[in-house]
C-alpha cells in the first residue's frame, strides 16, 4: 500500500522526538540519583567524622541522639568487627560486621561506602563506614545507615515536573513537527499532483510554490522540462499530422516494421486497400496479419539481402486483390532498424490491362473473320469465278453482308467510344413510356414473329413519363430485345414492365430464354463478351450491344442490372432517375 509522504515525515519527527526523551530519561535519572546519593554521602560523612573526634565511649551515650539528628542509623564496631553499639538494635543481636564493604573499604582507605537492597526495608541502603584511628592503628570503625526513600521520593518529584515539562514540550514539538511535515510535504504534494496531471495528458500550467529552498529550484525545473516536453509534443504531433496528412493522401498503403519484426504502424489507406481481416494488424507478424507466404518470402528476402525489391503479390479471397509490394529500409534510426512496406494496388489496372488484351484479342478476331471472308471470295472472284454470273452475285452477297457487319462493328465501337469521351450530346425530352415500347417492340416484330416469341408490353397507360433521348432510348431497347429474341427457344416470351420507386422509373425486360451461367454475370456489360461464343457469331451480333446500353444508361444518369438463371430466363433492368417535375410526393 502506498504510503502518503506527510504521514513519513510526521512520523520520523515522532521518532526523534521519542528517542530524545528516552535518553534525556535514560541519563537524568541515574544523574540525578548520583548527585542526591553524593550529597547525603556527604552528610554523613560529616556526622561520621564528628562522632570520630569525640571518644566512643561518650559517642555511645548521645548515639540514639545523634542518630536522630543525623536521620540514620548509627553503628559502632571494633576493630575484629563485632558491634558493641547500635542506633536501633542490641548489640548482642547483630553479627560480625567485619566483612562488610564499607568496613572492608574504611579499613584500606580510612572511609568506606556501600549501597544495598534492604530486605526489611525494601529499600536501597546508604551504608558508610570511617575507621577511628589512634595515630596509625585502627580503634574501630563509625558506620552510618539511612535509607534512600528520599533520594527516590525527590527522583519521583522531579520526575512529575520533568514529565509535565516533556508533556508541555511534546505538544509543542509535535505542533512544530507537524508545520514542517506540512511545509516540507505540501509542495511535494503539489509537484506530485502536477506531474501525475501531466503523466494522464490532462492539460497543465505552471507549478508555483511560495517557497525559496529547494523545493522552489525544482519546481522550476520541472516547469521548464514541462515546456520543453509541450514544444517537442507539439512538433512531434505536426510532424506526425503531416505524416498521416501524407500517408492518408498517398493511393499507397503504408506499412513499417520494427527490429522484431512486428508491425507498428499502418496506414489507414490499407486498410482500404484490404478487407476487413486485416485491419488489426498491430503488433503482429506479417504472416499472423495477412496469412501470405508469398509477403513473408519476400520480406525475409529483402532481411537477407538488404537490397530494395518490388514483387507482385495476391491478397483476399474469393475476392483478390493484386499489390504491388515494394520493401525497404528505413534510414535514421541508429539504435534500431526499421523497415517500410509499401503497397501498390493494381488489381484494377491489371483488370484493365486484361480487358485491354482481351478487347484487342477480340476486336482482331471480329473484324478478320469478316475480312477473310471478304478477301476469300474476292480472290475467288478473281481466279476466275467471275466469268460465272450466278456464282458471283452470291459471293458479291457474302461479301456485301460481311462488309455490313464490319461496318456495324465500327459503327458500335464509335458509339461507345462517343459516349466514354462524353462527344455524344443527349437531347432530353418527356417521352411517354408504353407508345414508346410499342414503337420499339414494331422493330423487332418480324424477328420475333419468326421464332413466335410473345412480346408483351405491360407498361401502364397512366405511367408517369421520363426524361430520355428518344433516338438513344430506341437503341437502348432494340439491343435488349434482339438479344432477348437471339437467346430466346421458339415460342417463348418477352415481357416489358414498369414500377415506380422514389428516386427512379425501373423499366424490367424479361424473356424466358437459356439464361446466364452465375460464374459469366459479372463480365456481362464488357465489350466483346458473349456467354455462347460460337451461337452468337453465327445470329450475326458483334458483341457490343449490352456494352452499349450500360454506356447509355449512365449517361441518362441511371444504370442497368441484370439478373438471370441458367435455363430460366434472363431480366434486365433499367434505372431511369426521375426529374423533379415527375418525382411522386
Given at each position: 500500500?502506498?504510503?502518503?509522504?506527510?504521514?513519513?515525515?510526521?512520523?520520523?519527527?515522532?521518532?526523534?522526538?521519542?528517542?530524545?526523551?528516552?535518553?534525556?530519561?535514560?541519563?537524568?535519572?541515574?544523574?540525578?540519583?548520583?548527585?542526591?546519593?553524593s550529597q547525603i554521602e556527604t552528610e554523613l560523612l560529616s556526622y561520621a567524622q564528628l562522632i570520630d573526634q569525640t571518644s566512643p565511649e561518650k559517642a555511645s551515650e548521645h548515639l540514639k541522639q545523634i542518630a536522630q539528628t543525623s536521620k540514620s542509623r548509627i553503628t559502632l564496631i571494633d576493630v575484629k568487627g563485632r558491634v558493641f553499639v547500635d542506633s536501633e538494635k542490641e548489640a548482642a543481636l547483630l553479627e560480625n560486621h567485619f566483612n562488610r564493604p564499607e568496613v572492608q573499604e574504611a579499613r584500606l582507605r580510612g572511609t568506606g561506602k556501600s549501597v544495598r537492597y534492604s530486605d526489611s526495608l525494601r529499600i536501597d541502603m546508604l551504608y558508610i563506614a570511617v575507621a577511628m584511628k589512634d595515630g596509625q592503628h585502627i580503634k574501630g570503625y563509625i558506620r552510618l545507615a539511612r535509607p534512600l526513600h528520599d533520594v527516590q521520593s525527590i527522583i519521583e518529584k522531579v520526575y512529575q515536573y520533568m514529565l509535565l515539562t516533556i508533556g508541555v514540550v511534546a505538544v509543542i514539538s509535535l505542533l512544530i513537527a507537524l508545520f514542517f511535515s506540512y511545509r516540507l510535504y505540501e509542495p511535494i504534494k503539489t509537484m506530485e499532483q502536477f506531474t501525475e496531471k501531466l503523466r494522464q495528458g490532462e492539460p497543465v500550467g505552471t507549478i508555483i510554490l511560495d517557497t525559496a529552498d529547494e523545493t522552489?529550484?525544482?519546481?522550476?525545473?520541472?516547469?521548464?522540462?514541462?515546456?520543453?516536453?509541450?514544444?517537442?509534443?507539439?512538433?512531434?504531433?505536426?510532424?506526425?499530422?503531416?505524416?498521416?496528412?501524407?500517408?492518408?493522401?498517398?493511393?499507397?498503403?503504408?506499412?513499417?516494421?520494427?527490429?522484431?519484426?512486428?508491425?507498428?504502424?499502418?496506414?489507414?489507406?490499407?486498410?482500404?486497400m484490404l478487407a476487413i481481416q486485416y485491419d488489426d494488424v498491430i503488433g503482429k507478424t506479417l504472416i499472423e496479419a495477412f496469412r501470405s507466404i508469398d509477403l513473408q518470402k519476400a520480406f525475409r528476402e529483402f532481411k537477407e539481402k538488404r537490397v530494395n525489391l518490388s514483387r507482385e503479390i495476391v491478397f483476399g479471397s474469393p475476392e483478390k486483390v493484386i499489390l504491388r509490394v515494394s520493401i525497404s529500409g528505413i534510414h535514421g534510426h541508429p539504435d534500431e532498424e526499421k523497415t517500410m512496406i509499401v503497397f501498390h494496388d493494381v488489381t484494377r489496372l491489371k483488370k484493365l490491362e486484361q480487358i485491354r488484351m482481351d478487347f484487342v484479342a477480340n476486336v482482331t478476331h471480329e473484324i478478320k473473320t469478316p475480312l477473310t471472308a471478304i478477301i476469300g471470295y474476292l480472290e475467288t472472284i478473281q481466279g476466275g469465278a467471275i466469268n460465272n454470273i450466278e456464282e458471283t452475285k452470291k459471293f458479291i452477297d457474302i461479301i456485301l453482308k460481311q462488309a455490313e457487319r464490319l461496318n456495324r462493328l465500327v459503327e458500335d465501337l464509335l458509339t461507345i467510344s462517343n459516349i466514354e469521351m462524353k462527344q455524344t450530346v443527349l437531347n432530353f425530352e418527356s417521352v411517354n413510356l408504353r407508345p414508346a415500347v410499342n414503337n420499339m417492340i414494331s422493330l423487332i416484330e418480324v424477328k420475333a414473329g419468326l421464332k413466335k416469341i410473345n412480346v408483351r408490353n405491360n407498361v401502364n397507360d397512366n405511367f408517369p413519363p421520363i426524361e430520355a433521348d428518344r433516338?438513344?432510348?430506341?437503341?437502348?431497347?432494340?439491343?435488349?430485345?434482339?438479344?432477348?429474341?437471339?437467346?430466346?427457344?421458339?415460342?417463348?416470351?418477352?415481357?416489358?414492365?414498369?414500377?415506380?420507386?422514389?428516386?427512379?422509373?425501373?423499366?424490367?425486360?424479361?424473356?424466358?430464354?437459356?439464361?446466364?451461367?452465375?460464374?459469366?454475370?459479372?463480365?456481362?456489360?464488357?465489350?466483346?463478351?458473349?456467354?455462347?461464343?460460337?451461337?452468337?457469331?453465327?445470329?450475326?451480333?458483334?458483341?457490343?450491344?449490352?456494352?452499349?446500353?450500360?454506356?447509355?444508361?449512365?449517361?441518362?444518369?441511371?444504370?442497368?442490372?441484370?439478373?438471370?438463371?441458367l435455363g430460366k430466363g434472363t431480366t434486365v433492368l433499367l434505372y431511369f432517375p426521375w426529374e423533379d417535375v415527375n418525382k411522386k410526393s
Open positions: 500500500m502506498k504510503k502518503n509522504l506527510f504521514y513519513k515525515i510526521f512520523f520520523s519527527y515522532l521518532v526523534i522526538i521519542g528517542i530524545s526523551f528516552f535518553l534525556l530519561d535514560l541519563f537524568m535519572r541515574d544523574e540525578i540519583k548520583a548527585v542526591l546519593t522552489k529550484t525544482l519546481a522550476d525545473n520541472i516547469n521548464y522540462l514541462v515546456d520543453e516536453l509541450k514544444h517537442k509534443i507539439r512538433i512531434a504531433n505536426e510532424e506526425k499530422s503531416k505524416l498521416m496528412t501524407a500517408f492518408t493522401s498517398m493511393n499507397e498503403g503504408v506499412l513499417i516494421m520494427n527490429e522484431q519484426g512486428l508491425i507498428e504502424f499502418s496506414s489507414p489507406v490499407l486498410s482500404n433516338d438513344r432510348l430506341t437503341q437502348i431497347f432494340v439491343n435488349i430485345l434482339d438479344n432477348a429474341v437471339k437467346f430466346t427457344p421458339d415460342g417463348g416470351e418477352i415481357d416489358i414492365t414498369a414500377a415506380e420507386s422514389e428516386s427512379y422509373a425501373v423499366i424490367s425486360i424479361q424473356d424466358s430464354g437459356i439464361g446466364v451461367p452465375k460464374d459469366e454475370m459479372g463480365r456481362l456489360g464488357e465489350r466483346f463478351y458473349r456467354v455462347d461464343k460460337s451461337r452468337s457469331r453465327d445470329l450475326g451480333g458483334t458483341g457490343l450491344g449490352l456494352s452499349i446500353v450500360k454506356h447509355l444508361m449512365i449517361a441518362h444518369g441511371g444504370r442497368m442490372e441484370i439478373q438471370s438463371q
